[in-house]
């Protein structure tokens, strides 16, 4: 139980393009979805949270016109780079918190990581 | 303001044990989580403690004290695998996870 799975796991594309990221909770209902970023040898950083059906709550410092993050239903939130920079290249990671996973109820079980490279 | 503190590397030897040690200031506790990370990937949960006291599964055992904002992750008879990052994280009042730097952890045969 508490399976994330995040589509793509790679992507490389051309500067000015955006980028659609996907995570999903297979086995659970996700309440809650977060949005990290990782750069190499760093800390995660939470870009923002979501929650089903209402609008994303994003860190300071984080674009939310650049960084557009939908959370329609209990099972997948989506996060879309746009206008996509070299400077964006990045490991992003989405996690998913909910009432039905297993373990302690704040957990958060995290996807596998998408890992964009723009050029 | 709110901080997480841990080692920023250890070393042990496989078949050994090794205590990674968290200190935690945040507003409010809501518990704390350790995770694994390997190079590349995405975090794995290891453990929660919200009460004081020791937690042990399996190999891994999560040690919490809240009077003294402490914990620790004690990994019992190392393998090569358990080489990885391991992230403290503390759930503050508004149960906002505060991520620790992480520890990375190198095993030596």
């Known amino acids: 139980g508490a399976v994330v799975s995040q589509h793509p796991s790679r992507v490389i594309c051309k500067s000015g393009t955006s980028v659609k990221i996907e995570c999903r909770s297979l086995d659970f209902q996700a309440t809650t979805m977060f949005w990290y970023r990782q750069f190499p040898k760093q800390s995660l950083m939470l870009m923002a949270t979501s929650n089903e059906g209402s609008k994303a709550t994003y860190e300071q410092g984080v674009e939310k016109d650049k960084f557009l993050i939908n959370h329609a239903s209990l099972t997948l939130s989506t996060l879309t780079v746009t206008s996509a920079h070299p400077e964006d290249s990045s490991f992003y990671i989405c996690?998913?918190?909910?009432?039905?996973?297993?373990?302690?109820?704040?957990?958060?079980?995290f996807g596998p990581g998408t890992r964009l490279l723009v050029l | 303001g709110q901080n997480i503190d841990q080692p920023t590397e250890m070393t042990a030897t496989e078949g050994a044990i090794v205590q990674i040690n968290c200190t935690y200031q945040t507003s409010g506790f809501n518990g704390l989580f350790w995770y694994q990370q390997h190079a590349g990937e995405a975090p794995t949960f290891l453990s929660y403690n919200v009460l004081d006291g020791l937690e042990e599964k399996g190999r891994f055992s999560s040690f919490l004290s809240r009077s003294k904002g402490y914990s620790y992750l004690l990994l019992k008879e190392l393998q090569m695998k358990d080489s990885a990052s391991y992230l403290c994280?503390?759930?503050?009042?508004?149960?906002?996870?505060?991520w620790g730097a992480g520890t990375k952890l190198i095993i030596k045969p």
């Open positions: 996690s998913a918190r909910g009432t039905s996973a297993v373990g302690p109820q704040e957990t958060q079980y």
């Open positions: 994280a503390a759930l503050d009042s508004n149960y906002q996870l505060i």
